[in-house]
């Protein structure tokens, strides 16, 4: 069973940056994506950014492109959110997934079999 352990998460200012880290382990899943969702308090689960690492590809939505990046170590099976000029709207639960999406669900929930407990992320005004 795979397990997806994230890190980093906590209390950050306005317009700061943070790290977020997620580490797979106990299972496969075929080497095909991980990435990033969130939550914020009240709204749906969003789409963040994903790796697929049979492609070496990136994607990043569009709400968060140039303030948010992607990167991870295929070999260690871990994956790093870098979040950068924050704002309280990016408060929110921050989960790490893993799957094996095909291209039209690479954005979708339903594309990862795996999912992290999730870490929350607090952006004070």
């Known amino acids: 069973q795979v397990q997806l352990t994230e890190s980093g998460g906590g209390l950050v200012q306005t317009g700061g940056s943070l790290r977020l880290s997620c580490a797979a382990s106990?299972?496969?899943?075929?080497?095909?994506?991980m990435g990033w969702f969130r939550q914020a308090p009240g709204k749906e689960r969003e789409f963040l950014a994903t790796i697929r690492w049979s492609v070496g590809r990136t994607y990043i939505a569009d709400s968060v492109k140039g303030r948010f990046s992607i990167s991870g170590d295929k070999a260690l099976s871990a994956i790093y959110l870098d979040m950068s000029r924050v704002t309280p709207e990016d408060t929110a639960v921050y989960y790490c997934?893993?799957?094996?999406?095909?291209?039209?669900?690479?954005?979708?929930?339903?594309?990862?079999?795996?999912w992290g407990q999730g870490t929350p992320v607090t952006v004070s005004s």
């Open positions: 106990g299972g496969s899943f075929g080497g095909g994506a």
């Open positions: 997934v893993a799957g094996r999406p095909i291209l039209s669900s690479i954005r979708s929930m339903g594309g990862y079999a795996h």
